[in-house]
């Protein structure tokens, strides 16, 4: 068993950044005839065609390389994609000629091809392209609908290269608009991050997002809306639809998604007709992110869903801001049509001297400590901003079982000061659609009982109207209850799920939480209803002595190993518990991480899958199925059953094996 395996992550342009201290300028002469075939963007996965020739010695570490906005400078910068000349065009190395395909998207500024020669070791700018102008910078792009937290309202988010406000245009018949919402907007700097590469190298200037509230007093549940973000000036996106959500007191079913980590494909190259294996492009250790592509039409398809969670580890960006365009374009078509519920993933997070729960040790954000994730992705966390004081103290800390609540707390909404950044508190909250009762948590940060987000935590479930809301999901990203092997103080799997055991099992076997969604390692995997490795369904301890687990976990709860027909908590007897769903298998590389032999909890388990959760939740039974983005079919399905709204009747599932 790898007991010291590391979720490794290296973004393919960190050894460009590493590199830029040695790059010169040195233009070729006779001059490399370096040539683009057009001269403006006008339309988004636009095709340009890059070619050269009359390169003198060509080798295979010939770069070519992009650059947003043409003219920046390629000795502080990276370029936003690169590929090796011989990979595009392999005569490159025996004639010194060649060309590359590409496609790009909008990134609100002019486009600059340039040829690097000596690749990353000691590059050399040794020819430039003509800029490709951008003609479109204002249109919006990136169109996703989020949780708003107030009944079933969404909020309406897109990014433009034009700070005028923009509006929603909506109603209930394909192209006919009859309500008008204008958009706030936001943007964020390279001095709000908090390390490198995002506040330097990696920097690549947002434009502006735009919010907007379509109120939910006004839609009716299950009335599809249609509607369109932008302007009459900077152009309007294609018209996209979504199905308003029931809220509790309706009592109709609720149909919601949940996937985490799940990272972007092919920066630039990234296109709706050739996934998923687009040619060229950006290329993650073990094809890392490329399995995302498979993601998206499989979301695309679930137009009949109310909402999607998806907790953490988003675009693994981790401080190379195109890398969020690229993210937002390829899931524009599904994220657009049922609001996310987002949560913050150590990629998006952890970074020293920002508060995070690590100790100054994790860097995993790439120096963007939370910052793009907030200002891009509102959640109702994202209200408290409304009713805080200047000093960051909000002015209502209570928690409503009938309407969203978030957390209160200047460790929530005050920023950290990081290292020449802002970084923001702990991202918590929770709302209620339909039948359920959603927490959203935020591993990252502290989570003990003195905690801001830990006293949240008891304040919010105790205050659930299981009369309203009969199932409670909670939403975090680092797991507590999965199959994992890495041990390595306050970051190692064992270590964090030993933390986040301690300060939340109490509380989810009190307040009788219904399903936990988990991500971080990549894979999937379902207990069975679990407290302290005991299966409470099966009224049997899991794992004897012989399970690898037992070893991994020794000490952590002594005796457990022993057999009980009764499980015990210190309130009393143990009658249901928590179903733990680990859903880190979106599309970022398989972290190959599960002991050999799964623990006796584990009901199933699967390492090389790529795939996404559907739930669908009624007053009496709330039904999962594991879908796989492979090739549609049921992974793993399971259902709860509810017959008296408090009294959990009965689980259903099948058992399967890594």
């Known amino acids: 068993v790898a007991l010291t395996r590391a979720h490794v992550y290296e973004h393919p342009s960190n050894a460009f950044a590493s590199s830029l201290r040695h790059l010169q300028v040195d233009i070729q002469l006779p001059p490399i005839n370096f040539t683009t075939n057009i001269t403006s963007f006008s339309f988004e996965g636009q095709a340009v065609e890059v070619r050269w020739s009359n390169v003198l010695y060509p080798t295979i570490q010939d770069l070519i390389a992009l650059y947003v906005p043409a003219d920046a400078n390629p000795a502080t910068v990276v370029p936003v994609q690169y590929i090796n000349a011989s990979a595009a065009s392999p005569d490159h190395l025996t004639t010194g000629s060649g060309?590359?395909?590409?496609?790009?998207?909008?990134?609100?500024?002019?486009?600059?091809?340039?040829?690097?020669?000596?690749?990353?070791?000691?590059?050399?700018?040794?020819?430039?392209?003509?800029?490709?102008?951008?003609?479109?910078?204002?249109?919006?792009?990136?169109?996703?609908?989020?949780?708003?937290?107030?009944?079933?309202?969404?909020?309406?988010?897109?990014?433009?290269?034009?700070s005028t406000a923009g509006s929603v245009q909506y109603g209930t018949i394909p192209g006919k608009y009859t309500v008008h919402v204008n958009s706030s907007v936001d943007t964020y700097r390279a001095s709000d991050m908090c390390g490198f590469p995002a506040n330097s190298s990696g920097w690549?200037?947002?434009?502006?997002?735009?919010?907007?509230?379509?109120?939910?007093?006004?839609?009716?549940?299950?009335?599809?809306?249609?509607?369109?973000?932008?302007?009459?000036?900077?152009?309007?996106?294609?018209?996209?639809?979504?199905?308003?959500?029931?809220?509790?007191?309706?009592?109709?079913?609720?149909?919601?998604?949940?996937?985490?980590?799940v990272a972007m494909a092919n920066p630039i190259l990234f296109n709706n007709i050739c996934p998923p294996w687009c040619p060229g492009g950006l290329h993650f250790e073990d094809t890392y992110g490329l399995n995302s592509s498979k993601l998206a039409p499989h979301l695309e398809a679930q137009s009949g869903a109310h909402l999607a969670l998806m907790i953490g580890d988003l675009a693994y960006a981790v401080g190379f801001g195109a890398d969020w365009d690229v993210f937002g374009r390829q899931f524009e078509g599904s994220f657009t049509s049922w609001p996310l519920a987002v949560g913050m993933g150590n990629h998006e997070r952890d970074w020293p001297g920002t508060g995070d729960a690590f100790g100054n040790t994790a860097k995993d954000s790439g120096g963007e400590c939370g910052v793009p994730t907030v200002k891009r992705y509102h959640t109702?966390?994202?209200?408290?901003?409304?009713?805080?004081?200047?000093?960051?103290?909000?002015?209502?800390?209570?928690?409503?079982?009938?309407?969203?609540?978030?957390?209160?707390?200047?460790?929530?909404?005050?920023?950290?000061?990081?290292?020449?950044?802002?970084?923001?508190g702990a991202l918590y909250y929770s709302f209620d659609l339909g039948?359920?009762?959603?927490?959203v948590l935020d591993s990252e940060m502290p989570t003990d009982a003195d905690s801001e987000q830990g006293r949240f935590v008891a304040q919010d479930l105790a205050a659930v109207d299981r009369g309203l809301t009969p199932w409670v999901v909670v939403g975090l990203h680092r797991m507590m209850w999965a199959p994992a092997t890495w041990r390595k103080r306050l970051v190692g799997d064992l270590d964090v799920m030993e933390r986040l055991q301690g300060d939340l099992e109490e509380l989810f076997i009190k307040y009788q939480v219904d399903v936990v969604i988990q991500g971080h390692e990549h894979a999937y995997a379902r207990t069975c209803m679990l407290y302290k490795g005991m299966c409470v369904d099966r009224q049997q301890a899991a794992g004897g002595a012989r399970s690898v687990w037992r070893h991994l976990m020794q000490g952590l709860y002594p005796g457990q190993h022993q057999a009980s027909?009764?499980?015990?908590?210190?309130?009393?007897?143990?009658?249901?518990?928590?179903?733990?769903?680990?859903?880190?298998?979106?599309?970022?590389?398989?972290?190959?991480?599960?002991?050999?032999q799964l623990p006796d909890w584990v009901v199933y388990g699967a390492q090389d899958h790529n795939g996404y959760l559907r739930f669908q939740a009624t007053s009496t039974q709330l039904a999962m199925e594991a879908l796989s983005s492979d090739d549609g079919s049921t992974m793993d399905s399971f259902v709860l059953k509810d017959d008296t709204r408090g009294q959990q009747t009965g689980a259903l599932g099948m058992k399967g094996r890594a």
């Open 565 to 596: 027909l009764h499980v015990q908590s210190p309130a009393g007897p143990v009658s249901r518990a928590s179903v733990y769903v680990l859903a880190g298998h979106a599309g970022a590389g398989f972290t190959h991480s599960f002991p050999r």
């Open 435 to 439: 039948p359920v009762h959603f927490l």
């Open 204 to 261: 690549l200037d947002p434009g502006f997002i735009h919010s907007a509230v379509i109120d939910g007093t006004e839609l009716k549940a299950n009335t599809r809306i249609y509607y369109r973000y932008g302007s009459e000036v900077s152009g309007w996106s294609e018209e996209r639809s979504f199905l308003p959500a029931p809220t509790p007191s309706e009592g109709l079913p609720l149909t919601f998604l949940a996937f985490n980590d």
């Open 380 to 424: 109702p966390a994202s209200l408290r901003g409304k009713a805080t004081s200047q000093h960051g103290q909000s002015t209502s800390s209570s928690s409503s079982s009938s309407s969203s609540s978030s957390s209160s707390s200047s460790e929530s909404q005050g920023s950290r000061r990081g290292r020449r950044g802002s970084a923001p």
């Open 99 to 162: 060309r590359a395909s590409f496609r790009l998207i909008n990134m609100r500024q002019s486009f600059g091809f340039k040829f690097i020669k000596h690749g990353i070791v000691a590059p050399k700018i040794a020819a430039a392209a003509r800029p490709i102008i951008n003609t479109i910078p204002g249109r919006p792009s990136g169109g996703h609908l989020a949780v708003h937290g107030a009944g079933r309202s969404v909020v309406v988010q897109w990014v433009s290269g034009s």
